[in-house]
Nanobody, 118 residues
C-alpha cells in the first residue's frame, strides 16, 4: 500500500504557473502520473513518468506547458504547470501506475484543487 499526498494547488490567473507536489509514503519503482477532473467531466490523464525519470508522456492538451518529474530519493512527484488556462481548472490527482502505456492506476491520492481565473 502506498499513500499519496498532493500539495501546491490554489488560485492563479490565466498565463500563470503552479507547481504541484505529491509525496509518497514509501519508495515506489513504478511509473507515476497525474490526472485531473474538472466539474461535470470525467477524470483525464495529464502526465506520466517512468520510474527512472527520463521518459515522460503528455496528452496534446498540456504538451509544451506541463512538465512532470520525480525525485526518487525523496519519494516525491512534481507537476510544473506553465501558461495556465481557465480550462486547466480541475482537481489534480497523483497516482502510482501499474503500466505506463495502459495507465492502469494502482493507488490514487486525494487530490488538490487548481483554479485558473480568466
Amino acid at each position: 500500500q502506498v499513500q499519496l499526498a498532493e500539495s501546491g494547488g490554489g488560485l492563479v490567473q490565466a498565463g500563470g504557473s503552479l507547481r504541484l507536489s505529491c509525496a509518497a509514503s514509501r519508495r515506489t519503482l513504478s511509473p507515476m502520473g497525474w490526472f485531473r477532473q474538472a466539474p461535470g467531466k470525467e477524470r483525464e490523464f495529464v502526465a506520466a513518468v517512468d520510474w527512472s525519470g527520463p521518459n515522460t508522456y503528455y496528452p496534446d492538451s498540456v504538451k509544451g506547458r506541463f512538465t512532470i518529474s520525480r525525485n526518487n530519493p525523496n519519494d516525491t512527484l512534481y507537476l510544473q504547470m506553465d501558461s495556465l488556462k481557465p480550462e486547466d481548472t480541475a482537481v489534480y490527482y497523483c497516482a502510482v501506475l501499474r503500466n505506463i502505456v495502459t495507465r492502469t492506476v494502482l493507488y490514487w491520492g486525494k487530490g488538490t484543487l487548481v483554479t485558473v481565473s480568466s
